[in-house]
């Protein structure tokens, strides 16, 4: 084969490489809950980061999930909240399925819950537009990626009693 054949051969195939996406990612439309809520595959095909997940809870400009739950072994996280409940041992009472569930729209399992779905580009109840006092335009970008929803639900999962 000659030589400038190889180059050109090596250089589509990197250009292809580099070209697919990373890692696969199930779009916020095309999540599939089961019966009670839960979401039994990943988002995402990396695996969720539990220290991740963890900045993501205390973090105010992304997850805020500090503003309504607490976790007594966080006194790092600021100003925890007690609207939600207490999510100490969570990794014991829900499988990770359940988190991911409940994570992306907790309403699909709790009904009557205020928590919003992080994962999810419609359906919401009067979204607002920023702060001008007008209605949000569906469909909304996720308030968190596929990615962060895992490493929510990796860090979750290692709340043990």
């Known amino acids: 084969m ?10 589509a195939m990197m250009a292809l490489a580099f070209a697919a996406p990373l890692a696969a990612e199930t779009a916020p439309q095309d999540v599939a809950f089961t019966e009670y809520g839960s979401i039994e595959a990943p988002l995402i095909d990396s695996a969720g980061d539990p220290e991740e997940g963890a900045k993501i ?8 999930c500090v503003a309504c739950h607490v976790i007594s072994d966080r006194p790092d996280a600021e100003f925890q909240g007690t609207i939600g409940p207490p999510l100490d041992g ?22 009557e819950s205020m928590m919003p779905g992080f994962y999810k ?24 990626t596929a990615q962060q929803v895992e490493d929510v639900v990796a860090y979750l999962a290692t709340l043990k009693e």
């Open 2 to 11: 000659p030589r400038h054949a190889t180059s050109a051969a090596m250089a």
């Open 57 to 64: 809870y205390a973090d105010k400009t992304s997850g805020n």
């Open 90 to 111: 969570a990794g014991d009472r829900w499988e990770a399925a359940q988190l991911r569930g409940i994570v992306v729209d907790a309403k699909k399992t709790f009904p």
């Open 121 to 144: 580009t419609s359906g919401y109840i009067r979204p607002g537009d920023a702060f001008t006092g007008k209605a949000g335009t569906e469909p909304l970008p996720p308030i968190l």
